[in-house]
């Protein structure tokens, strides 16, 4: 029998087998599964794209009279720095916030100027034809699609939807096995060939991306075509005029037939070969702490807006220093978070596949313990 372990115990694959995320206890991989659908860990792309790089590079004295942002991008990332230190229009408030002494004025002006910025972007985000293969505007959403409400203790739903909270999809701290979450999808009414469209939030955390996005890289590593994430919240929804309802619907029972996509997950093998390029998405404090050498940091909040997926222009930004060229890998500590950019670089157009931190732990664990057998043999 084929299992499901988690992309976060060994990350994708084996030949009939789907390794999916082995969600790390929180008490060991520090990230709890609400705490990754908050969206906000106080650091900002948008504010600090220049920081992004290797946090070895703080280490060096080379390069004298550079900023640590600026030698990371010439000694590590190889960029010019030409208009590296420009702020756009559109950056005006940022920089504001950034240069200006602070004091009581200068907090409240923040205050003020935040929220309509945030307002302001989550109004202006457009979606290319691309971007709406995964993301499901809410006028373009059909009485034909299964709509799939994954939010743990929702007490409002889109009328006719079914619900399957995230945290059924795991089975303790790690991913269901194949036959059960082909058995689980089945008895809710799903079947591999049926439209779906996903949504929900991680309510007791104040709601984010996170938990929809993850639901969407596990049905389609089972090998869901048609799936997509609603590009919004049920609040969305409700503003947009359409009907919501405090309870769910109940489907006819399907066959649900798992036909495993093994191009979403990364392995150790693969995370070390070289061949692709390492996203780390936690907390800047985390990559600091310690990462796989050679990753770059892209806080998982960076693609966020409002609780939406960023606009593409805006993600481009992000994704700056990376090469499209090159197949990416991005993780976070159970990869519950690096689900969100991994979405969004597969919105983007990259070659892109989801890992652990704990995975990439355990295997160095065992491979230095084997290497001490061997030296000692």
Not at 143 to 159: F, K, M, R, W, Y
Not at 229 to 254: E, I
Not at 335 to 360: H, I, M, P
Request: with cysteine.
């Amino acid at each position: 029998m084929t299992t499901f372990k988690s992309c976060l115990g060994s990350c994708l694959v084996g030949v009939g087998i789907l390794t999916l995320l082995m969600l790390a206890n929180a008490a060991h991989g520090g990230e709890a599964y609400c705490d990754a659908c908050k969206g906000d860990s106080g650091w900002s792309g948008e504010k600090a794209l220049d920081q992004i790089g290797n946090i070895d590079a703080q280490k060096t004295e080379v390069m004298p009279g550079l900023s640590t942002a600026q030698k990371n991008r010439v000694g590590i990332w190889k960029q010019p720095l030409a208009g590296f230190n420009k702020t756009s229009a559109s950056e005006e408030s940022n920089s504001l916030q950034e240069n200006v002494p602070v004091n009581n004025t200068t907090k409240s002006l923040a205050k003020k100027i935040e929220p309509r910025k945030i307002a302001e972007e989550n109004t202006s985000i457009v979606r290319s034809a691309n971007a709406k293969g995964l993301l499901v505007p809410i006028d373009e959403v059909t009485g034909s699609q299964v709509l799939l409400d994954i939010s743990e203790n929702a007490t409002e739903h889109i009328t006719g939807s079914i619900a399957i909270p995230y945290t059924n999809f795991l089975n303790g701290t790690n991913v269901r096995s194949e036959a059960e979450l082909a058995k689980m999808l089945g008895d809710a009414g799903i079947s591999r060939g049926d439209p779906v469209v996903i949504y929900g939030e991680c309510m007791p955390c104040g709601g984010g991306p996170a938990p929809a996005t993850f639901v969407y890289w596990i049905m389609r590593s089972l090998g869901q075509e048609n799936v997509r994430v609603l590009d919004g919240r049920v609040t969305d929804w409700a503003l947009a005029g359409k009907p919501t309802a405090t309870k769910t619907a109940f489907l006819p029972a399907k066959t649900y037939t798992p036909q495993i996509n093994r191009n979403f997950s990364a392995d150790y093998d693969y995370v070390k070969s070289g061949s692709a390029q390492i996203v780390d998405a936690r907390t800047m404090q985390e990559f600091g702490a310690n990462s796989i050498p050679g990753a770059i940091n892209i806080p998982y909040d960076n693609v966020i807006i409002n609780s939406k997926i960023r606009d593409e222009t805006k993600l481009a930004r992000v994704f700056a220093f990376l090469d499209k060229k090159q197949p990416v890998v991005v993780y976070t500590n159970t990869g519950l978070k690096g689900s969100v950019v991994w979405f969004a670089l597969t919105l983007q157009g990259y070659d892109a596949r989801l890992y652990s931190y704990e995975n990439y732990l355990y295997n160095q664990a065992a491979t230095g313990k084997a290497d001490a057998t061997n030296a000692t043999a």
